[in-house]
């Protein structure tokens, strides 16, 4: 049996429970005491939280993890020069050497998707706090495990949705709260990204020089190394990920989901394909629309590849369509769009984003540590898990190529053929998901 595996045995993941270890108290922190972060996956996001977490005082990144030796060896000499005072710099490419470890405090899960499960719920199980990038996780069933681990091992977890650390953002739902749109029958949400496009189909290949696939691979299907599957590209396969709706959709449709104070939807609906790059290799659909039934108000989930020129000419955003007015919202700020047909006139004029929300995210996240109040927490495990999941009704509507209904009491979709098929995804390799 191979160390990985026997690995696996001792902490319970393939058990199908919760880890059967004992746990590892968490650290109080008094004022001035530093807390000591460390990245595992510092290619794209890891590194940007790397980057804001730096920026919060009290706060040293004493470890970076990764599968991929040349990235990792590149962020460690960039993460040397930006912290002058910490000489030393620990690299791992076994994210389970930053487990073992008694002295780091939080851990950063900037990995793809198919990894933030298991990570975040070792990490917790290890006595850390955990900042993990959206979407928390890669499947409902996996959205559920997250909530259950944190439950259990009683640390701060914040998902990376850190739109909702933005000021304009909160006021803008402010707005709509207050109730001044009037009845708001229509949320659209859209997602329009001309920069993005999948990669060309290219052949299978040997394993690059300084990457540890196998690892890479983790609980996904083993598949031949292939350049186009890889790095940032997982996330067109669903293998790994799912696509601009989980990408950018947990982002925006998190907003549409809090302006209308809403749960899970009743029914999800969704059309589209390859319309964009069909000789690209790509497995989700770079056209998509999807529509959520709820009990007083619909909401259309609409995203296109290769296009900038989406609604109200914005690349991306949310409009709450009130009797009253249209509030348009987005990463640049928000305004109200007067509606010709209302006797109670009101337009309010552009109002723009003046804050960075992945620093201020990262403020609220060690706020919440150092002073042991979760309730704090911008996006906690429960509202990551929930906006994740309301993503993953929209994908596998279009998947099964059917209208699906979700049963709010029992958690599940009422056709149990849609629960076996898509609701959690299949761990391989060794790895099991802790039930």
């Known amino acids: 049996m191979s160390t990985r595996r026997i690995f696996i045995k001792q902490v319970g993941l393939a058990s199908g429970g919760l880890f ?21 996956g510092v290619n794209g996001m890891g590194w940007s939280n790397t980057l804001a977490a730096l920026k919060v005082p009290n706060v040293q990144v004493v470890a970076l993890c990764d599968i991929d030796s040349n990235v990792l060896a590149k962020r460690k000499a960039e993460l040397l020069t930006k912290q002058p005072s910490v000489t030393t710099i620990d ?10 470890r008694k002295d780091i405090d939080v851990v950063i899960i900037g990995t793809p998707d198919h990894w933030h499960a298991l990570q975040m719920i070792h990490a917790s199980e290890s006595g850390k706090h955990v900042y993990v990038e959206k979407p928390c996780g890669n499947s409902i069933g996996e959205c559920n495990a997250m909530i259950a681990a944190q439950k259990r091992y009683k640390n701060i977890v914040q998902v990376g949705q850190w739109q909702r650390s933005q000021n304009h953002f909160r006021e803008a739902l402010a707005f709509v709260h207050s109730g001044v749109l009037g009845n ?9 990204q001309g920069w993005m496009k999948p990669q060309p ?3 299978d290949t040997p394993v690059p020089q300084g990457i540890d696939y196998a690892t890479w691979i983790g609980p996904a299907p083993m598949r031949a190394f292939n350049a186009s599957r890889f790095h940032f590209h997982f996330r067109w396969f669903w293998d790994y990920a799912g696509g601009l709706m989980t990408d950018w959709g947990v982002h925006l449709l998190d907003y549409g989901i809090q302006g209308m104070k809403a749960a899970n939807p009743k029914s999800v609906s969704a059309l589209g394909g390859k319309f964009a ?11 998509l629309t999807s529509l959520y039934e709820f009990d007083t108000f619909n909401l259309v989930w609409d995203s296109a590849m290769g296009i900038d020129n989406g609604s109200y000419n914005r690349d991306h955003g949310i409009a709450f369509i009130g009797n009253n007015g249209t509030l348009i919202l987005n990463r640049g700020g928000w305004e109200v769009i007067e509606e010709r047909q209302s006797r109670n006139k009101i337009a309010v004029p552009f109002h723009a984003s003046t804050d960075n929300g992945l620093e201020l995210h990262w403020v609220n996240f060690i706020n919440a540590i150092q002073e042991n109040q979760p309730e704090k927490l911008h996006c906690n495990i429960e509202e990551g898990a929930h906006i994740a999941t309301i993503a993953q009704m929209g994908n ?3 998947r099964s190529e059917q209208k699906v209904f979700w049963d709010a009491k029992q958690n599940r979709f009422t056709d149990p053929a849609l629960n076996d098929r898509y609701y959690t995804k299949k761990y391989n390799n060794g790895y099991a998901l802790p039930a």
């Open 184 to 192: 708001i029958r229509t949320v659209k949400v859209w997602c329009y």
């Open 20 to 40: 059967t270890q004992q746990f590892l108290p968490l650290h109080s922190f008094k004022a001035n005491d530093t807390i000591r972060v460390a990245t595992i």
């Open 201 to 203: 189909v290219v052949p």
């Open 396 to 398: 596998i509507a279009f």
């Open 277 to 287: 790059y069909p000789d690209l290799y790509e497995e989700t659909p770079d056209t």
């Open 91 to 100: 690299t791992y490419g076994d994210y389970r050497r930053i487990m073992d």
